[in-house]
């Protein structure tokens, strides 16, 4: 479905993404494990048409090739970025509805709907700021927003970052719940215990480079994963 190759990015002299290749499959939930700064954020940008890079990007045999972040988003492939990145002074709703531009209006108030049975604690701060709300709200919020797009791929960046153990548990039942709805999913991750718990593949990268690759299985029982990422 999406399809990753060869691809760099480089910030100046630093190289932060070294020819990373990956693949997600319909119907997957793939996960990116690696610690801060390993260049899942950059990889995750270089998809979505955040930043410059080389290498082949497609889409369900599109390349993205010259494509801006709106057409790419257009195509069904949908970023929620890392520290959520709302805007504080606008409601909830406000943020909701910037997220279903490219929807008509009939369209984007059944998608509102759904959210509001999905995340039912948005819909009674429907009219709050979106900056007053808890760490867990904010999470639901910009999930929220990102569904209201309709992705096909949804790609989700350090959901679990600044989350009681509690609420971490809650956004891992959201991801499974859209996923069995028939939404891929991309989770880059420093948990990885999060990770192995919700995907059918992952992939371990190190500065920039993947390192390993594999079901969550198959790399608990990897040495070099159980000591860097598992703590065993």
Known sequence: MLSVEDVRVRYGGVQAVRGVSLKVRIGQVVGLIGANGAGKTSLLNAITGLVARTGAISFEGRDFAGLDTAEIVRHGVIQVAQGRQLFPDMTVLENLELGAFLQSPQDANATLAQMFVRFPVLKTRAAQ???????????????????????????????????SPKMVGVIGDVIRQINAEGISVMVAEQNTAFVFGLAHRAYVVENGEVVLEGEPDQLRRDDRVRSAYLGI
Do not use: I
Request: hydrophobic content about 45%; proline content about 6%; glycine content about 14%.
């Open 129 to 163: 700021r979106a900056g007053t709300l808890s760490g867990g709200e904010q999470q639901m919020l910009a999930m929220a927003r990102a569904l209201m797009g309709r992705p096909k791929v949804l790609l989700v960046d350090e959901p679990c970052l600044g989350l």
